[in-house]
């Protein structure tokens, strides 16, 4: 008879995962903030290194605008560049999503499972949204008016002539004009 595998204990308890968690947690924060602030450092160095400051002091006026032209024309190599880092990129974002979209359509389609009616009574429906500890018990049908049915036959008396009759005599410019004199007599 094959023995059946015993529940193992957990190695680590509870509260010493717990602080294992928050350690990591702390530690993580930590090289997060660290890697920011070498971030910052990096994009310093490179603009000292890039950008050396301007001294525009004891200048004369030409040599100011020839200063201005060469800031420009190195605007524009920037701009030009990340203009064109800024189109492969989207490129390359496009063609990503290109080829997810045909990663899915390989493995095909998603089949959904049938699902089920569930009938559920008003009161688990209450249940559920207020807990368990509130107990309502709602009867639909005892808030409802009551209603005499009645008989529909009493209402409207049925007539038992010949409808052909009833036809007959309304044909015709007779039958129009006492419709027409019917419905004027009232207002006169």
Request: glycine share 2%; proline share 5%.
């Amino acid at each position: 008879m094959p023995e059946q595998p015993q529940e193992r204990k957990p190695k680590i308890s509870a509260s010493r995962k717990l602080m294992l968690k928050s350690l990591l947690v702390a530690k993580a924060k930590e090289e997060l903030e660290q890697e920011i602030l070498d971030k910052e450092e990096e994009k310093q160095r490179y603009l000292a290194e890039r950008v050396p400051p301007l001294k525009t002091s004891g200048i004369s006026f030409a040599d100011l605008q020839k200063l201005c032209e060469e800031l420009h024309s190195k605007i524009v190599v920037v701009d030009e560049e990340r203009y064109d880092i800024e189109a492969k990129v989207n490129l390359h974002t496009r063609e990503i999503k290109d080829l997810n979209i045909k990663v899915l359509d390989l493995r095909g389609k998603f089949k959904r499972p049938p699902l089920r009616r569930v009938r559920v009574s008003a009161d688990a429906i209450l249940r559920s949204l207020l807990g368990s500890k509130h107990k309502v018990s709602m009867d639909l049908r005892a808030n409802l008016k009551s209603v005499k049915k009645e008989d529909s036959k009493e209402k409207r008396p049925v007539e038992d002539s010949d409808w052909r009759k009833n036809v007959e005599a309304m044909s015709g410019m007779e039958g129009r004009k006492k419709m027409f004199d019917a419905a004027k007599s009232p207002t006169q």
